[in-house]
């Protein structure tokens, strides 16, 4: 058997970043429970594994709902080989991908929620509350899901691996993933970026020369936005580099990146 290394066999200097030359304060990030949790709450098309009948794995595109604590739900026919395969091999997995990646795709997040497929059985409140679910993500599921030829099925997880990116990833086991909470300003993320990046490039500049450790900077850009803290692509005469600065409080609405934002560009301007 092979032995594969941990580390990358990449030249030294590839994986050289700027360090920070002023202290940093601590920050808090998302668990990966919390962004496996936003990214299934912001999706609704994910790929769907399944076992083929002679064992090949077979991927296939599909819709998906979530109920409240995150459970998938899927509405399948027989009449495509993902819904016979589940009536036969019910292990699958679903893997979602973050809605409007900017740049580099594999530098986005994503996440693989891994267990088996569990048939909704018709007047149970389950199934209820699958039905109406699903055509949340699928309004013409009101007419077709009532085929006898469809199943809705919730996905029973036992496993989740989150990858955010190029570095970013972690796993999380089925209890913390049901325990978490999408992180409530994610729908507004991509806009907050764009207007940040577009109009408030000076500021952004502001918090890494004074928050986010590098006095030195020349440019910084922001890369992610949570309720927690912004992510910063930072460029010094000393290279490249990544900071994270947090919030004063954590924004807890998607109306609260504003005063959240305004009150960092503030900070690093030594106003508060």
């Not at 002679?54 to 819709?63: F, M, N, R």
């Not at 992610?224 to 900071?243: A, N, S």
Request: aromatic share 6%; with cysteine; hydrophobic share 40%.
């Amino acid at each position: 058997m092979t032995a594969f290394p941990v580390d990358h066999i990449a030249p030294a200097d590839v994986l050289t970043v700027a360090e920070p030359l002023e202290p940093v304060a601590p920050t808090t990030t998302r668990t990966p429970a919390e962004e496996a949790r936003t990214l299934v709450a912001q999706g609704k098309m994910a790929a769907l594994a399944t076992s083929s009948e002679d064992g090949t794995p077979w991927a296939s595109a599909v819709l998906y709902a979530a109920l409240p604590d995150g459970t998938p739900i899927l509405c399948l026919s027989t009449l495509a080989e993902h819904g016979r395969n589940l009536t036969r091999e019910p292990r699958a997995s679903l893997m979602v991908g973050e809605a409007e990646p900017v740049g580099d795709p594999l530098d986005s997040g994503r996440v693989t929620l891994a267990g088996h497929a569990e048939a909704l059985v018709d007047g149970t409140p389950e199934h209820e509350a699958a039905v109406a679910a699903y055509k949340q993500a699928s309004p013409a599921s009101g007419l077709y899901g009532g085929f006898g030829d469809f199943t809705y099925y919730a996905l029973r997880i036992e496993r989740v691996r989150w990858v955010g990116g190029y570095g970013r990833m972690d796993s999380t086991d089925a209890d913390t993933y049901h325990a978490a909470e999408p992180d409530p300003v994610a729908p507004g993320a991509a806009y907050a970026i764009k207007h940040l990046n577009s109009d408030h490039a000076h500021n952004l500049l502001d918090m890494a020369r004074a928050l986010g450790g590098h006095p030195d900077a020349t440019e910084a850009k922001c890369v992610r936005i949570d309720r927690y803290g912004l992510d910063l692509h930072v460029q010094t005469p000393r290279g490249f580099t990544e900071t994270r600065i947090a919030f004063a409080e954590a924004a807890n609405k998607p109306g609260d990146l504003r005063g959240a934002t305004v009150e960092l560009a503030r900070r690093a301007r030594g106003e508060a």
